[in-house]
């Protein structure tokens, strides 16, 4: 028997899935406004892998959603995948979250003509595959898509926000809120497992899209520094 650990932090929703012979044995998933994907990750791969009745040592390789979605959970997903896989000495299978989410609008709306996966990228841009099925950030706007014709689906977590922008689209649009999850990785990760499509574990990084650029920290005493070095109280 084939078991993958399947991991999916590149949204608000942490997912584990442990997949066995293509099929999903367990799986354990909370969506959280705070993102504790830190504080529960590992807790979870631990609860799905005991569950299954395995032991860490009973995996054949570990799969991760490689985004591109949130850089933090990203982060998280990709350390902890890789951190096992460099425990366990097993390989690792990086899968798109984009078409993760294409899976999952197969499922849920086989009717759909198209479907198009839309992860929230802040504003109204949304990260979602091109016409090549490469992953890109792009802005809705009237014209989105237009060279589809018919009923089309778009899910994820930046699907809503894009409903009134779209209203008057000719495409005929259906919209579904909706997060990546472990469990549509079973049959990709199957499929790579056997053939053998590995990542380097040492060199792998998710696919961010966007370069990071940092925040200005927050000061919860009102306290910033003034020229001269003294500390200012700027809510007096």
Partial sequence: MTHILCLETSTR?????LVEDGA??????????????????????????GEAGLQPGDLDAVAVGAGPGSFTGLRIGAA?????????NVPLIAIS???LLAIQGRTSAPKAQHVVPAIDARRMEIYTLNA????????????????????????GD????CRDMLADSKV?????????????MAGLATAKFEKEQFEDVARFEPDYLKAFVAGR?????????????NAQNLGS
């Fill in 97 to 99: 979250s984009l078409e």
């Fill in 217 to 229: 920290p927050k000061d919860p005493l009102g306290l910033r520094k003034t020229a001269n070095g």
């Fill in 172 to 184: 005929d649009w259906t919209f579904q809120e909706a997060y990546p999850t472990a469990t549509a």
């Fill in 158 to 161: 930046g699907a809503l926000k």
């Fill in 24 to 49: 999903v044995k367990a799986v354990a998933e909370v969506a959280s406004e705070q993102y504790s994907h830190a504080e529960r990750l590992h807790a979870m791969i631990d609860d799905i892998v």
């Fill in 132 to 155: 090549r099925g490469k992953a890109e950030a792009v802005v809705v706007e009237q014209g989105f898509c237009q060279e589809l014709e018919g009923r089309a689906l778009l899910i």
């Fill in 80 to 88: 902890a995948a890789k951190g096992l896989c460099a425990a366990l």
């Fill in 13 to 17: 929703n942490c997912s584990v899935a």
